[in-house]
């Protein structure tokens, strides 16, 4: 086999620590244990992955994160990893383990374009992919980072597998500045563009300029409590929640649940300038399993609606345009 990683040193690479080798980390794969494993991924593994494996069989890397030239969920100019999967079946973190690359492409959705080979710190949320689209399942994939929070979009990020091992950076890398990111967050909340779909939404609400002011009024103390724009459990992110959703369901009333949570994240996540750049599903349904406990929205022939109440808080608010 052809010598690869010349003149890298693979010294610190590796961080050996006991849940790298717990979740991680196999014996070294014989010749018979790769072919099975192609076999069952369907996808020729790049021979420098192969040579990679064989000297040291998955594992977490010191350097986890990767320069990108556009924004994913992660951040503005990276992504992040939290482990390599090796080639086999007994650990989970393993190609053919219990969380390895056929369970997120069966059970996760994830496109079924070649082999997930990084796990993210979303846990599961975002994946690294070997991408056999352009080669054919037994060319020379690329490197792509795939975004489970925004529609499974897919970002390149190398054109080999040894250019991305190579490519790898230390987290100390990007650690910003608090006060440069909060004044960034500031600006990008105050001035920044809606989404097509959040603006068609405050257009259709009757007072659209109002409502625009009410939504960056709460984003912009969302960031001045937080140094970041982020909707969690919080009260602020939970008028913002509920403001979304009678913007919505204002415009597409008795929407159906399933439909409203996969429109959610065109509103103010993944499009438009004035966006949190992603967001953990958990908080949002877990925000709407709250409202309709307490009555403010509710089900109705196999819809969703905001109770006359909730409706009227809103509507206040709108009107005011203040918080």
């Not at 006991?18 to 991680?24: C, D, T």
């Not at 099975?36 to 020729?44: C, N």
């Not at 953990?280 to 403010?296: D, H, I, S, T, Y």
Request: proline share 5%; with cysteine.
């Amino acid at each position: 086999m052809a010598n690869y990683f010349e003149d890298f040193d693979f010294t610190d690479f590796w961080e050996d620590s006991g849940y790298a080798k717990e979740k991680y980390t196999e014996e070294a794969p014989s010749d018979e244990l790769i072919a099975s494993v192609e076999q069952e991924l369907g996808y020729k593994l790049p021979a420098s992955y192969i040579w990679l494996m064989k000297r040291h069989n998955g594992g977490i890397p010191v350097n986890t994160c990767f320069p990108t030239e556009e924004p994913t969920s992660w951040a503005e100019d990276h992504v992040a990893i939290t482990g390599i999967m090796g080639i086999g079946r007994k650990k989970t973190y393993s190609l053919c383990g219990g969380l390895g690359s056929r369970f997120m492409i069966e059970e996760w959705e994830y496109p079924d374009i070649g082999v997930a080979i990084c796990n993210c710190p979303s846990a599961g949320h975002d994946m690294i992919f070997l991408d056999y689209r352009e080669c054919g399942p037994e060319g020379e994939p690329k490197v792509v980072h795939i975004d489970q929070e925004c529609d499974y979009e897919i970002t390149p990020l190398a054109d080999t597998f040894e250019d991305f091992i190579r490519g790898l950076v230390n987290e100390e890398d990007y650690e910003p500045d608090p006060e440069e990111e909060k004044a960034e967050e500031l600006e990008k909340v105050r001035t920044g563009a809606f989404s097509p779909l959040l603006a068609q939404l405050c257009g259709q609400s009757g007072a659209p300029e109002t409502a625009e002011g009410l939504i960056r009024a709460l984003a912009v103390r969302i960031v001045e409590e937080k140094g970041y724009f982020a909707l969690h459990a919080d009260q602020d992110s939970y008028r913002l929640y509920d403001i979304q959703f009678w913007l919505y369901t204002n415009a597409h009333p008795g929407v159906a649940e399933q439909a409203y949570l996969k429109e959610y994240p065109l509103m103010l996540t993944c499009d438009g300038d004035f966006s949190t750049g992603g967001y953990a599903p958990g908080f949002v349904e877990g925000w709407l399993k709250n409202r309709k406990k307490e009555g403010a929205i509710f089900k109705r022939n196999g819809g969703l609606w905001m109770s006359e109440t909730a409706g009227k808080a809103v509507r206040e608010q709108l009107g005011r345009g203040t918080v």
